[in-house]
C-alpha cells in the first residue's frame, strides 16, 4: 500500500520569501515522486519528478525538492516566491502495485502576498 | 504540439441522464487514466486502461463507465447511477507506470 501526507493544507508567504510545501509519503516499493502544480480550472502541470537518481531534484519555475529516505520525506522548496506561484500544489507517488496508478496527496494551496 | 484535449470544459447533467466526457491524446500513450476531483481534496481514480479494448476499475467506479476502442480515446460515461457527480473531472495519460502522467484541462461537470 501507499499513501501520501501533505502537512499544510494552506501555506501564505511574501513574495520574495522562501516557500516549503511539506510532503511525507509511505510505500511499500521504491517509489517515484512528483510534485504537480495546479491554476484554478486547469489541468495539473508537472513541477518535478524523482525516480532514484539524485536526491535533490530540480524542477520548473526555480522549485526544488529533496528526497530522504530515512524521513520519508519529499518537500518541496523555493528561495524566494513570485505572485504567480499562488496555485495548488500536489504531491504524488507512483509504486508498481499491480494497478500503476498514481496516489495524490490532498494538496497544499499556496498563498502568495504582495 | 503534443498533448490531451478534454471536452466539454462544462456540462450539466439533468436528473435520470448519462453524460460522456470526451479524452483524446496525441501523444501515443498507452496508458490512459480517468480521476475525479472535489474541493480540497487530491484526485481519486475512477478507471484506467492500459491497453487498446482493456480498462480496470479503479477506486471509485461505481456509477461511471468508460471505453478504449482507439489509443488515442478514452472516454468517461457519468451515469444515472452515479447520485453525486458534481465534480470536477480530469484526464490524464502516461507512457510507463514510472513516469509522470500528462493532464488535460479538465470538466467540470454540474447538476440541473
Known amino acids: 500500500a501507499q499513501s501520501v501526507t501533505q502537512l499544510d493544507s494552506h501555506v501564505s508567504v511574501s513574495e520574495g520569501t522562501p516557500v516549503l510545501l511539506r510532503c511525507n509519503y509511505s510505500?511499500?516499493?521504491?517509489?517515484?515522486l512528483f510534485w504537480y502544480v495546479q491554476h484554478p480550472n486547469k489541468g495539473l502541470q508537472l513541477l518535478l519528478k524523482?525516480?532514484?537518481?539524485?536526491?535533490l531534484v530540480k524542477g520548473i519555475n526555480g522549485f526544488e525538492a529533496e528526497f530522504k529516505k530515512s524521513e520519508t520525506s519529499f518537500h518541496l522548496t523555493k528561495p524566494s516566491a513570485h505572485m504567480s506561484d499562488a496555485a495548488e500544489y500536489f504531491c504524488?507517488?507512483?509504486?508498481?502495485?499491480?494497478?500503476?496508478?498514481?496516489?495524490f496527496g490532498s494538496g497544499t494551496r499556496l498563498q502568495v502576498q504582495p | 504540439d503534443g498533448g490531451i484535449t478534454q471536452s466539454p470544459k462544462y456540462l450539466f447533467r439533468k436528473e435520470g441522464q448519462n453524460v460522456t466526457l470526451s479524452c483524446e491524446q496525441n501523444?501515443?500513450?498507452?496508458?490512459m487514466y480517468w480521476y475525479r476531483q472535489d474541493p480540497g481534496q487530491g484526485l481519486r481514480l475512477i478507471y484506467y486502461?492500459?491497453?487498446?479494448?482493456?480498462?480496470q476499475k479503479g477506486d471509485i467506479a461505481e456509477g461511471y463507465s468508460v471505453s478504449r476502442e482507439k489509443k488515442e480515446s478514452f472516454p468517461l460515461t457519468v451515469t444515472s447511477a452515479q447520485k453525486n457527480p458534481t465534480a470536477f473531472y480530469l484526464c490524464?495519460?502516461?507512457?510507463?507506470?514510472?513516469?509522470?502522467?500528462?493532464f488535460g484541462d479538465g470538466t467540470r461537470l454540474s447538476i440541473l
Open positions: 504524488v507517488v507512483s509504486a508498481y502495485t499491480g494497478r500503476r496508478a498514481l496516489t
Open positions: 510505500s511499500s516499493y521504491s517509489p517515484s
Open positions: 524523482y525516480t532514484s537518481a539524485a536526491t
Open positions: 490524464a495519460s502516461t507512457r510507463e507506470s514510472n513516469q509522470p502522467q500528462h
Open positions: 501523444l501515443n500513450h498507452d496508458a
Open positions: 486502461s492500459q491497453i487498446v479494448n482493456d480498462f
